[in-house]
């Protein structure tokens, strides 16, 4: 896992500065690589590469070329299929000085091409340098996994593992999208390919990137398909068991200690359980809990750690909330508002104490159906199908405006919000029940002026075109891909990256190999979601591997006291960062922050996500916009 950056000027300009502004770009990403660091310079471009030691720990300096040094190469990530792409390209003559993963791309790339990326089985975002072409190639991924962002300064083009690498170029301009402002409120993240800046820019996951003399153009490579009529498996439990398996046990080279994330909930176990069946010695296990009950999953992680006769290690974590969210905000460089992010970091933080690399149980949820939502969204879409379009919308909204709103009742009983969102198209409802912020409360929090610059943008586009673009035949499948383009790349993965990260660990998502989400993606969804229970095929796939109490066992997740946190420690930030955004900015409605303040304060409305989203903003605000 490491950290890469560069340069590329288009016009071919002289620059003699240029390897000093590449210096200070990559070394921004030390967190990210502390191995060792390597700079390569050929007239226009220039690569920079921060290492994080994994395979050949004395051959895999970066950047790497190939034999008479035409193509070079900066990489962040694993191809996790190198053994057999080596063996197959050395058959066809090219020659290896290494046993790195990285080469295979230099010599893939001569091989095939651009296409060389469709034969990567791995997560990667790497630049790479054709001499001969004069053509700087970038890629990203299939899901995501590794985060790639851009900018361009005129004929230049500059790209780098973090936004704070870019932010080293001089010159780079610091506005901010307000259409990236505008999701963030909604998604508490920003959805690629937009950054909170207007002029940097995400590859978007399955992308490549081309630029030359005549321009800059990416392209797509890969995206994930729930189009029906493919042939279902004769047993597909078995058929995903096997996929899941081979997963797996691929992520486990490693030429430094590796381990395993173990939550007690389903998606790690199973991780553990196909681990464990392929180490000779037991598998390192990391788990953390919190002091609050009502956040500790410890005892069920202990005992899946007893039945696969791990080396199982755990730490009940008092967070120092200032401290962390100063540190988050510094090491995600771009507002991210998801709560979770903090119990991640520590937990990276304890693995990374005995291991270098750890596999997660990430993906399960989005391939598999597990998410609560989903089932509340296809019950609300078989009741809009019953009801004519052009009645629906006054139809439920009169009911949802005359219900009362009861959170005291059972949630059977709180029809208030299931009737409100039957009278929204199926993209707004889902939008609404993923946001951190509703759209009511965001109208109120952004300005006057910002609304005015918006000229009618509303998150809500996003999800409509996603929802249009996905190739499903239902409901369910079009809400999985929107999750496959929004939150499972900018949200999931990017909080797993950026707290990893942070503490130099590298994280391998099993779950999230491409064939697997294939495999899954090809099931119908009957086989993912039935009534209330999700995650049906998966859950008979891991059936006799994890124990069966685990497998019963209800949803949890981390849910920290975050709450308590803004009334508390975090009140004087709240008071300064919150209450005083005007000092800073004008984005945000000063009234209502006020209002907003006041009804968490007393209790009065649990206004958590609006007032941790608008902390973490300004806090960011003032570590990266104000700069000059």
Request: proline share 5%; glycine share 8%; hydrophobic share 40%.
């Amino acid at each position: 896992m490491c950290g890469i950056a560069g340069i590329f000027d288009r016009a071919h300009a002289p620059d003699p500065e240029r390897g000093d502004i590449l210096t200070r770009m990559t070394r921004t990403l030390t967190h990210r690589g502390p191995d060792d660091e390597g700079y390569y310079l050929d007239g226009p471009a220039g690569l920079g590469h921060r290492r994080l030691s994994i395979i050949d720990l004395a051959g895999g300096h970066q950047p790497v070329s190939n034999e008479d040094g035409t193509v070079w190469v900066v990489f962040n990530g694993e191809i996790y299929n190198y053994p057999d792409l080596t063996r197959e390209l050395e058959g066809k003559g090219h020659r290896f000085q290494s046993r790195c993963d990285t080469e295979c791309i230099v010599h893939g790339y001569e091989e095939w091409g651009q296409e060389c990326v469709e034969r990567f089985r791995g997560m990667f975002a790497f630049a790479l340098w054709d001499r001969r072409r004069q053509r700087l190639f970038l890629a990203r991924d299939r899901l995501g996994k590794k985060p790639l962002y851009y900018a361009q300064i005129g004929a230049t083009l500059i790209f780098g593992s973090e936004i704070k690498a870019l932010l080293e170029y001089p010159g780079l301009d610091r506005t901010i999208d307000l259409e990236a402002l505008s999701d963030y409120v909604s998604l508490l993240y920003v959805p690629s390919p937009k950054s909170i800046f207007r002029t940097v820019r995400k590859l978007p996951p399955g992308y490549v990137l081309v630029a030359d003399r005549d321009g800059v153009q990416e392209r797509r490579y890969w995206d994930v398909s729930f189009a029906a009529g493919r042939a279902v498996p004769a047993r597909p439990a078995e058929g995903l068991a096997e996929v899941l398996r081979e997963s797996v046990h691929m992520r486990l080279r490693s030429d430094v200690p590796l381990g395993a994330f173990l939550s007690g909930g389903l998606d790690s176990s199973a991780v553990v359980g196909f681990m464990a069946s392929a180490l000779e010695s037991p598998a390192v296990t990391s788990s953390i809990g919190f002091p609050e009950d009502a956040f500790n999953e410890l005892q069920f992680a202990r005992q899946v750690a007893e039945h696969f006769h791990t080396e199982h290690h755990e730490h009940v974590v008092t967070p120092d909330a200032v401290d962390v969210l100063q540190k988050l905000v510094w090491h995600y460089d771009e507002p991210f508002a998801d709560s979770s992010a903090v119990p991640t970091y520590y937990v990276s933080k304890l693995a990374r104490s005995r291991v270098t690399v750890a596999l997660s149980g990430d993906g399960g949820d989005e391939n598999f159906a597990g998410y609560r939502r989903y089932h509340f969204d296809v019950r609300e879409n078989q009741i809009r199908s019953l009801v004519p379009a052009a009645l629906r919308r006054p139809l439920f909204r009169t009911l949802g405006a005359l219900y009362p709103k009861a959170d005291y009742l059972p949630q059977l009983f709180r029809a208030k919000t299931f009737l409100t969102n039957l009278a929204r198209t199926p993209w707004e409802a889902y939008l609404h029940s993923v946001s951190g912020v509703n759209e009511a409360d965001k109208a109120g929090i952004l300005a006057g002026d910002v609304k005015a610059d918006l000229r009618g943008y509303s998150t809500a586009s996003l999800f409509e075109s996603l929802y249009h673009a996905a190739d499903g035949p239902d409901s369910l499948s079009r809400i999985q891909y929107i999750d496959f383009k929004t939150y499972l790349p900018d949200g999931i993965l990017a909080k797993v990256d950026r707290a990893s990260m942070a503490v130099s660990l590298e994280v391998r998502c099993p779950i999230l190999d491409h064939r697997v989400v294939e495999y899954a993606a090809a099931l119908p969804s009957a086989l993912k979601l039935r009534g209330t229970q999700g995650k049906l095929v998966f859950k008979d796939a891991i059936r006799g591997l994890v124990p069966d109490a685990i497998l019963s066992r209800g949803k949890m997740g981390f849910v920290l006291p975050i709450g308590g946190w803004l009334r508390r420690e975090l009140a004087p930030l709240v008071e300064d960062y919150v209450l005083g955004s005007a000092r800073r900015h004008r984005l945000f409605e000063p009234a209502m922050l006020q209002k907003l303040w006041r009804e968490h304060r007393s209790g009065l409305k649990d206004r958590t996500r609006e007032l941790w989203s608008i902390l973490v903003f300004n806090l960011w605000h003032d570590r990266f916009a104000r700069k000059v």
